[in-house]
């Protein structure tokens, strides 16, 4: 397992050397549309008459530079997709055309958000992409122009119909090309993953939206629909199916947890009783190896349900470590803390094991053994998960539980 951690966090800190000098591919799906491509970003261009329309620009200027130097005609415009770094860090690399660039009216403002909470970024960051903590310096290149509903821009031979909504960010912009019957959705779909809806560390996603603005999408018939910034593409029937298992399972997933709201289901049963179709379980289109059920339950749940919920004791709490505290000295021994989740660890209750161990983790975070235990469920824990966040979540963890063991055993230092 250490070998496994020790390969996770070489791979974090790998990527971050690859984005600052990865080569971009390049592709070109059709005769006026082209894409670029770097592990974790993509954006996409298309030719008209009159000059260049480019969709998003990569994550880092070292790609986008590379992008820059193939497009041979000039940038008229810019359009943002939504204003996740993945889709707008490269800008700077493209204003030498003095384009316009184009998002919706919310976007500035995730701007302004993003420089407000730049130590909380680099912290969820770190947990999140399992990556060191450090603040970026980020350039970021505000849209010249902003619009909210719909707005047509005509360009040479082509019409460009951009459609703003609330998704997974509350600034996506969707485009249209009737002339070549292609839709760019930005993250409208990640490809081949379940819809990115729920993230722990981020503000509520607008699942219904979401699927209303897919079914938008799906009534215009496109042709090819290009996802991410434009990296990956589905075309004529696929495309349509695409669609609609990501329409189908939002809906579904999404009713569900409604009406267990109604139903007064707490949550933490809520997260284990919403399921997806049968039928849609082994889409093609639908991989949970990004985000997961769970995450989309609690973010439903917060969407429409305010913190409370329903137990009187939860009302006005106490800070967590007091009650613990209470409930520790209540057991009177850590010894037995450490037997019953070492028992349920042997029953494959680690999650459980987890939150009773917590108890003793909380009031004597220096304890040696329930660290050593935490480690080991943990691990445990991030056997069995093939979801990217919540297992970069466990080994933030475990290497945090291991920096702590290591500098016990060097006297602190
Ligand atoms: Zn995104």
Redesign the pocket.
Known sequence: MLNNEKNTENKSLNAIRVLNNVNVKFNDPLPDVHTARIPIASCGWVDTADGVVLIDTLIRRHAAKQVKERIKSKIKYIIYT?G?M??VGGASAFLDDKPEIISSKYLPDRFDKYKMLAQYRAHINAVQFNVPETLESIKYVYPTKTFLGEMTIKLGDKSFELHTTRA??DDACWIYVPEINVAFI??LMIGRHFP?IGNPWKPTRFALDWAKVLEEVRAKEPQYVFCNGGGVMFKEERAIEALSHNIEVIRSLHDQVVDLINQGIHITEMIHKVKVPQHLIDSPYLRQLYTRVEFFVFNVYRWYHGYFDDNPAHLLPRPEKEVMNEIYDLIGDPQKILNRVKELFNQNQSQLALQVLDVLIQIEPENIEARKLHIKLLRALAAQDNCLMSKNAWVYYINKDTKFLKSEKNGGK
């Open positions: 939504h996740h993945d889709h997974e960010t930005g993250d990115n």
